[in-house]
């Protein structure tokens, strides 16, 4: 059954110096090719995931807002007529906010896009610069407020524990990002990621990551902060007023089934795990060979599915209902969780339990990583 499509649009202007997704820096685009493939991709799910009509579908990137709006226009009306929309489908674009993609606004809007997400990621020049970004503030600014007058709900990007940041200057910069009225913020901490130009700067030393202490404090800060704005954090690293969460992101954190397509997509769909091709021409081929981008369809065991509901589930400050993730994924509640470790760490202050709901506390939210391979047991990780 399909709840949630994922399209993904890998082309960008250019690479960011701190991206690991999956984005290509392409001189030429056919779109008329891309239309066909994409349309073709989809068809094919949606012989394989009828059903359920789609509650929300989210085009990322790469820089998706580069897409010719009329392209949207027709990918959304072939999912309508595969699938169907669910009354208030939510439809989110990210983009940068370039002045460029900003003109397309209003289309996309027109199109059927209804949430946009714009990679803002600072609101001052040198750190734009340093970050790789092709906007300066002023423009990326322009930017949301067209995005704003255009959709009904905005979010936007920031990246913070970057080089040097004090707990000062975080707090400045994120008190103007809350003035600025949007109900959702995604708030990053600046991770080195393997394979991208960072990793090479931070190796050559160019630059030193900010220490895990100063790191620990500025996350504690975001969550006091956002909190008082009345943008509490429902996930690790996004905040919103109740009410517009990410509804599509909840999908993927509350392991209900979704569809994606296009290169480098990933899908959950009746308990099959499906991946796209990575590379944009690899599956451009695939899709002119067998119709669609999957590069592998697997099966995945009911412990395999435990394990990525629990991994997924308590990144979010609900938690895991574990009663209702055993009626539906046939895994007795007891397995999903090692009892024992749970209880020690509700005693350290870092877990909780009401009811059949498990959780991970605000004081052990910067220790999610590791507290998930002590909670999750390893024969369901094992598989």
């Known amino acids: 059954m399909a709840r949630a499509l994922y399209i993904h ?66 990918l959304l009306e072939e999912a309508q007529r595969l699938w169907g929309f669910a009354p208030g489908i939510e439809i989110t674009l990210e983009g940068n906010p370039s002045s460029v993609e900003a003109a397309n606004y209003a289309a996309l809007a027109s199109a059927g896009i209804n949430r946009a997400s714009l990679g803002l990621q600072a609101l001052d020049d040198a750190t734009l610069r340093f970050l790789g970004r092709l906007h300066d503030a002023g423009e990326g600014l322009a930017a949301l407020e067209v995005a704003q007058r255009h959709f009904v709900r905005v979010s936007f990007d920031l990246i913070y524990a970057r080089p040097g940041q004090t707990p000062e200057q975080w707090r400045a910069e994120l008190e103007r990002a809350l003035g600025f009225g949007t109900g959702h913020l995604s708030l990053y901490q600046l991770t080195i990621e393997p394979g991208t130009r960072f990793e090479t700067m931070v190796r050559k030393g160019d630059f030193a990551p900010l220490d895990d202490e100063t790191c620990a404090d500025l996350f504690d800060l975001t969550r006091e902060i956002t909190a008082a704005a009345g943008l509490p954090a429902y996930e690790i690293s996004n905040h919103a007023r109740r009410g517009e969460e990410s509804r599509h992101n909840l999908a993927y954190w509350r392991y209900q089934d979704y569809c994606g397509i296009g290169p480098g997509a990933h899908g959950r769909r009746q308990g099959i795990a499906t991946v796209r091709h990575r590379k944009p021409e690899n599956w451009l081929a695939a899709v002119d060979q067998q119709n669609d981008g999957i590069a592998e369809a697997r099966s995945l065991g009911r412990n395999e599915q435990a394990a990525e509901a629990m991994l997924m589930g308590l990144r979010l400050a609900e938690g895991v209902d574990l009663a209702e993730r055993s009626a539906r994924l046939g895994v007795a509640p007891r397995e999903f969780c090692d009892e024992a470790k749970l209880v020690f760490y509700i005693r350290q202050g870092l877990a909780w339990r009401e009811g059949t709901r498990i959780g991970v506390t605000d004081t052990g939210m910067p220790l999610l990583d590791a507290l998930l391979a002590e909670l999750v047991p390893e024969q369901l990780v094992a598989g």
């Open 9 to 74: 649009w890998p082309f960008c202007l250019a690479k960011c110096p701190y991206c690991d997704f999956n984005s290509h820096v392409r001189e030429r685009v056919e779109h008329d090719i891309w239309r066909d493939a994409l349309l073709a991709d989809m068809r094919r799910e949606a012989e394989v995931a009828a059903g359920e009509t789609l509650t929300s579908i989210f085009f990322g990137g790469g820089t998706p807002s580069l897409m010719p709006p009329a392209l949207v226009a027709t």
